[in-house]
């Protein structure tokens, strides 16, 4: 993931590096849960884009074809501590009065959700680095890239592999956290498994905080 981070945010910047920048950086915002539900997936994220700064500077930095030299990168970035309101607030701020030059996207879908809402609204290209829902991405905005394979194509490959190193596997079972971004997933996977000649023999959910699956089994 982080290697694919790198080369889609030097890709996209390749792609806009005509753009002039009045400072002596570039800006990059975005939020990350420090805090709350998403906090050890956020901080992987975080780490993921760190990286990827410390190596890009390494280097020199960016080169921006309009100002002829190589800029470096600089983060700028808050705790949204999980929640929507916080990510809509916090990156107007980030647009508003960080004045970033790229936003990147929050870790979800749920709150990558609001983010593109705000990106898209102030015309602010946002790269989408933690999310993978195919309804975001559904919605006309012009702005924001994404990096992840959509959520409906989360299992096609999976399923592939079986029908094709298991010819006589017939029957799939679908067990799924009880989650909107998890049905998504799987309601995906079920059409795509019928469609392909598997009988779904089970289709069904569990609470997430469910530790016993023997009933399932």
């Not at 990059?28 to 997936?41: H, P, Q, V, W, Y």
């Not at 020199?60 to 190589?70: A, D, E, L």
């Not at 409906?152 to 029908?163: E, F, V």
């Not at 679908?174 to 995906?188: G, H, L, P």
């Amino acid at each position: 993931m982080k290697r694919l981070l790198v080369f889609l945010i030097v890709a996209l910047f390749g792609i806009f590096s005509t753009q002039s920048f009045a400072k002596d950086q570039i800006l990059i915002g975005f939020t990350t849960s420090l805090t709350g539900k998403l906090n050890a997936e956020s901080k992987a994220q975080l780490q993921g884009i760190q990286l990827w700064v410390n190596n890009v500077n390494k280097n020199g930095g960016i080169y921006v074809k309009s100002m002829g030299k190589k800029l470096p990168v600089a983060l700028k970035y808050y705790d949204d501590e999980s929640n929507k309101e916080r990510v809509q607030q916090l990156y107007v701020r980030l647009i508003n009065n960080d004045h970033v030059d790229f936003l990147i996207s929050p870790y979800s879908s749920d709150l990558t959700a609001t983010a593109a809402i705000i990106a898209q609204q102030y015309g602010k290209i946002m790269i989408s680095t933690g999310a993978a829902a195919d309804d975001i991405f559904a919605k006309g905005f012009s702005v924001v890239y994404q990096m992840y394979t959509p959520a409906s194509r989360y299992l096609t490959g999976a399923l592939d592999m079986l029908k094709k190193y298991d010819p006589k596997a017939k029957k799939v079972a679908i067990i799924y956290e009880q989650s909107e971004f998890a049905k998504a997933v799987c309601d995906a996977a079920k059409d795509y498994a019928q469609k392909h000649g598997f009988n779904v023999v089970m289709f069904e959910a569990y609470t997430p905080n469910t530790t016993d699956f023997s009933a399932f089994l």
